[in-house]
């Protein structure tokens, strides 16, 4: 089945910086790639995805990159501010739907 | 819309009591899903359901049934609660149509299992 790596655990970046969470997928039939953001006793919520026919997708500050050959996809936040400091999650999910997430990064922003 | 609910929202048992999560939505959605999330660990799923009367057992299914008798419910029962079944249960619905399915969550379920 699906397994999904994702690194760093933990990050701290200086407000204004920038912010790169990796992950790495084992099943090449995966083709969709989604990336949740979970505050504090919050619930997961979809910030940005990707599908395999693509290789890069922008939203404002927020952008995936896919590397299909490498089985490998990461989220970049540029500028960050205090209210992006949540836990992120990415997973993978091939035909059928299901979802299977990486352990999750927790993102510290610094003012 | 409401979207998805859980209810619970908090719940304490003790050891081998059983209890019934119910998740709700109202976005005519033909797909649901369990997960727990725990420290460190993801979300991992627990069971699934691909439309009403359907059920599949995802990553960790052991402990735990689930039933889907109407399309917009899926009910996650624990027959014998254990320690290792605290957690914080999350449901999510997707609509199932296509190769790409975005999942909505709902707020979770806090269990404490003593």
């Known amino acids: 089945g699906e397994n999904v790596e994702q690194h760093p655990s933990t990050l701290s970046v200086q407000e204004g910086d920038s912010a790169v969470i990796k992950c790495t997928y084992s099943d090449s039939a995966s083709n969709y790639f989604p990336w949740y953001k979970q505050e504090l006793g919050k619930r997961p919520q979809l910030i940005i995805d990707i599908r395999s026919n693509v290789g890069e997708k922008k939203d404002q500050r927020i952008a995936v990159t896919l590397n299909k050959t490498a089985k490998h996809f990461s989220l970049h936040i540029t500028e960050t501010q205090p209210e992006d400091s949540a836990v992120y999650f990415c997973a993978a999910s091939g035909w059928g739907g299901k979802l299977v997430f990486g352990a999750g990064t927790i993102l510290r922003v610094k003012s | 819309n409401a979207g998805v609910t859980q209810t619970p929202k908090f719940r304490v048992l003790k050891t081998g009591q059983s209890m019934t999560l119910l998740c709700a939505q109202d976005m005519n959605h033909e797909y649901m899903y369990w997960y727990r999330q725990d420290p460190g660990m993801g979300l991992r799923l627990i069971h699934y359901s691909v439309g009403e009367g359907t059920t599949a057992k995802g990553e960790v299914p052991d402990g735990y049934n689930v039933s889907r008798l109407k399309k917009q419910n899926f009910l996650l029962g624990l027959e014998s609660a254990a320690p290792s079944q605290t957690s914080v249960y999350f449901c999510?619905?997707?609509?199932?149509?296509?190769?790409?399915?975005?999942?909505?969550f709902g707020p979770g379920t806090r269990l404490t299992v003593l």
């Open positions: 999510a619905s997707s609509p199932g149509t296509g190769v790409y399915n975005e999942q909505f």
